[in-house]
Nanobody
Framework: QVQLVESGGGLVQAGGSLRLSCAAS????????MGWYRQAPGKQREQVAS???????DYLDDVKGRFSISRSHAKNALYLQMNNLKPEDTAVYYC?????????YGQGTQVTVSS
């Protein structure tokens, strides 16, 4: 079955950086779109960034120029480099993959940015 396991979250001061990782298993997702979502308390889940199998990327306007998504086909892994973090980036971040007509999510990793 599809499993997505995120890591790399934590507490960081505003202006700091974090790198999230997602280990995927259950299938090879090299041809699938993968992405990162986040959900802050009291808010709806939103897509932060996505990447196609060919490497085309897309970002939420609020994170453009600060976040960078990448992937490793060899490792079946997804990454999110987050720089210049802001308190409003505080949320649970989820790895996701589109597979067999549905979207699968991981359990999430907490990112907290203090001011």
């Amino acid at each position: 079955q599809v499993q997505l396991v995120e890591s790399g979250g934590g507490l960081v001061q505003a202006g700091g950086s974090l790198r999230l990782s997602c280990a995927a298993s259950g299938a090879s997702f090299s041809a699938n779109v993968m992405g990162w979502y986040r959900q802050a308390p009291g808010k709806q889940r939103e897509q932060v960034a996505s990447i196609t199998g060919a490497g085309r990327t897309d970002y939420l306007d609020d994170v453009k120029g600060r976040f960078s998504i990448s992937r490793s086909h060899a490792k079946n892994a997804l990454y999110l480099q987050m720089n210049n973090l802001k308190p409003e980036d505080t949320a649970v971040y989820y790895c996701a993959v589109g597979y067999l007509g549905r979207t699968f999510y991981g359990q999430g990793t907490q990112v907290t940015v203090s001011s």
